[in-house]
């Protein structure tokens, strides 16, 4: 009995081999989870997903749009402050058309590169040594804190009796609008430069002017990146204000214009195209901004 007993052990041991490779191939085949859904429907979803996630911007403005043109159409909204806005592109058609909406579009946007161009140069040169010099940040933080909360519209008369209805009264706005943001960002950015990397550069040999422009300059680049991003949206309010106020051509000016004349759709056209303007600039900054995210410093 017991010989029989050993035989049928030594007898399981033998039938127990090892798998061989075509059966390990096998066990490792990937099986669906849910045969009604198999991965490639799966990962065709995933694409559609992603792309709709890319596109939602867009889909917003063209429901925004459609929702304008149904309310307009149905009276739901007055047409007469509200005209359709198919109405508002076939006006924006014929000015550009016509040619006369050129010079105004020139104007304004000319004004508005050099002002801005001029506050991203200020806002560096000046922030860079602010948030590099502790002592100067305390000194003129207060002075440049009252200068940025005062209302630009309470200065633009006297910029105008100064500078005179040219671009040049155009051009200052601009820079008092963008400059502070672009500033006080800079600031921020050198002041937030990550100390470990600071010691790290000491600990081997790194003078004062290496670090300043090998590890803060860089660090602070997302942070001016975004303040241009706020700079952009009030420099463009308040140079299309400028030229409403006082101005003979412009893109403000020219809604100005149309407004007074009841020219509803006209009206609508400057302030579609700055709209459109000013969303495409941004869009390019936050991508930008988006590839130097990393050059963060890490909390």
């Known amino acids: 009995m017991t010989l029989a007993i050993h035989d049928n052990r030594f007898d399981d041991h033998e039938q127990r081999k090892p798998p061989t490779s075509k059966q390990q191939q096998e066990s490792l085949k990937v099986v669906p989870i849910d045969a009604a859904h198999p991965p490639s429907?799966?990962?065709?979803?995933?694409?559609?997903?992603?792309?709709?996630?890319?596109?939602?911007?867009?889909?917003?403005?063209?429901?925004?749009?459609?929702?304008?043109?149904?309310?307009?159409?149905?009276?739901i909204l007055n047409p007469f402050y509200f005209p359709p806005f198919s109405q508002i592109l076939a006006k924006g058609y014929e000015l550009f058309a016509s040619g006369s909406i050129w010079e105004h579009m020139w104007f304004s946007l000319t004004n508005f590169s050099i002002g801005f161009v001029i506050s991203v140069i200020l806002?560096?040169?000046?922030?860079?040594?602010?948030?590099?010099?502790?002592?100067?940040?305390?000194?003129?933080?207060?002075?440049?804190?009252?200068?940025?909360?005062?209302?630009?519209?309470?200065?633009?008369?006297?910029i105008i009796m100064v500078f005179g209805l040219g671009p040049i009264s155009k051009i200052i706005m601009t820079i008092l609008a963008a400059v502070f943001p672009i500033l006080i960002n800079t600031m921020v950015g050198i002041a937030n430069t990550?100390?470990?990397?600071?010691?790290?550069?000491?600990?081997?040999?790194?003078?004062?002017?290496?670090?300043?422009?090998k590890v803060s300059v860089p660090g602070s680049l997302p942070y001016i990146v975004?303040?241009?991003?706020v700079a952009l949206g009030?420099?463009?309010?308040?140079i299309v204000v400028a030229e409403q106020y006082g101005a003979?051509?412009?893109?403000?000016y020219l809604s100005s214009v149309a407004a007074q004349r009841f020219q509803?759709?006209?009206?609508?056209?400057?302030?579609?195209?700055?709209?459109?303007?000013?969303?495409t600039l941004n869009e390019l900054l936050k991508a930008l901004e988006q590839r130097?995210?990393?050059?963060?410093?890490?909390k």
Do not use: C
């Open 292 to 298: 130097l995210e990393k050059w963060k410093p890490q």
């Open 248 to 252: 003979a051509t412009g893109l403000g």
């Open 194 to 213: 990550d100390h470990r990397l600071i010691t790290m550069a000491r600990a081997f040999g790194a003078k004062d002017r290496t670090i300043f422009l």
């Open 264 to 279: 509803m759709s006209a009206m609508f056209v400057p302030i579609v195209i700055i709209a459109v303007l000013g969303a």
């Open 41 to 75: 429907s799966n990962l065709w979803l995933a694409r559609l997903r992603e792309v709709a996630s890319n596109w939602l911007g867009i889909i917003g403005i063209l429901i925004f749009f459609l929702a304008w043109e149904i309310a307009t159409r149905t009276h």
């Open 123 to 158: 806002g560096v040169v000046i922030g860079v040594p602010m948030g590099w010099y502790r002592n100067l940040s305390k000194a003129f933080d207060p002075l440049l804190s009252g200068i940025y909360a005062t209302p630009l519209i309470a200065l633009l008369p006297l």
């Open 234 to 238: 009030r420099a463009l309010v308040y």
């Open 226 to 229: 975004a303040g241009m991003r």
